[in-house]
């Protein structure tokens, strides 16, 4: 048996109480859960305001935990004992990520999802998790406390934007939803490997004023309350690679004006959660030999180079505060999650 925190109901409170400990299949690992991320929008998750597909319930919330690796077929190639951080994603077949199916323990991203959600649907808010082979990535070793490592989720999500865009050291890049968990993840990554300049564009100052404190290479720029001077306060920041994490938002100014602010070559990466169309520039584009990509997630070697960067002290995780709660309290914690933001995260622990 095990204590898990279970959502009975779309929309109750998560119970935390005795379930039976999960088998281990063939291609799948059992990992020992030392701690999982509370993400901020959990509340409308399990309200199923932000959920495209649910899994059945009952089920067991939470994504990209971190623990260690305690049951495994040999096939595998796991270790027992490996630190590991179990990557939500999942495509529609085992092995294929052309289409995500879902995310573990979150919800379906696929009107196909359906046998996934079925078979993965338990997360990582429990005293074990069992998840795919392909989704367990090795970590280890690092001396840092699991709870910390749980900023692995925001981390590796931005890298991958990073990654997506070409990023090299010496360019100047501009983040905009900048003071959300990822938006404020990409700042501190693009700043710590090397950026000569990151532009970190934002309406929360005090947030702002955290990534202004990472060093001489950040340039936050507060956005004013009337949106007629964003396009002017965001050309004026030239810049090689464009990020763009923002929330839900409609107005698509912000986006549209960190686009027509890039340099010759320049690219933009599109990672956020926009609910706009976006009038693309047909001339600007074409003249500046602009590129437009998209970034969903990230390729699946990236927690373990994430995770290699911490270790050798390229990435300092200095800069990012984790609160972390008992399993017990879980809605305290899923409370506290939902007005987290900057380099400041929630998880919980067994």
Partial sequence: MMRAAILHEVGAPLDVADVPRPRTDPDGILVEVAATPVISYSKEV?????????????YIPGVGAVGRVVEASPATGAQIGDLVFVDPSIGLKPGDLTVHGMFIGWFGLH??????????????????THAPAECVAPIGPIAVDPRQLT?????????????RGGFTPGQTVIVTGATGNIGAAAVLLAAQLGASRVT??????AVLDELDALGGNVTPVAL??????????????S?????????????????????????????????????????????????????????????????????????????????????????????????QAATSN?????????
């Fill in 151 to 163: 900023a692995l989720h925001p981390l590796t999500i931005a890298y991958g934007a990073l990654e």
């Fill in 224 to 237: 004013t309350e009337d949106p007629a001077d964003w396009e002017t306060q965001i050309t004026e920041q």
């Fill in 200 to 205: 970190a564009v934002g309406r929360n100052r």
């Fill in 111 to 128: 009107p196909d999802a359906g046998p996934v959600l079925d078979r993965w649907k338990d997360g990582g808010f429990a005293e074990y």
């Fill in 342 to 350: 900057g380099l400041n995260y929630i998880a919980v622990t067994p």
């Fill in 239 to 335: 810049s090689d690679l464009h990020i763009d994490i923002l929330g839900r938002v409609t107005d698509p100014t912000i986006t549209a004006a960190a686009l027509a602010s890039l340099n010759l070559h320049g690219t933009s990466v599109w990672v956020g959660g926009a609910r706009f169309d976006l009038p693309v520039p047909y001339g600007t584009v074409m003249r500046n030999q602009l590129t437009i990509k998209g970034s969903f997630m990230y390729r699946r070697h990236v927690p373990t180079t994430v995770a290699r960067l911490i270790a050798s002290g390229t990435i300092d995780l200095d800069p990012i505060t984790v609160i972390g709660q008992p399993l017990a309290d879980i809605n305290t914690a899923i409370e």
């Fill in 46 to 58: 399990f309200s199923g305001e932000a959920s495209r597909t649910p899994p059945p319930v009952p």
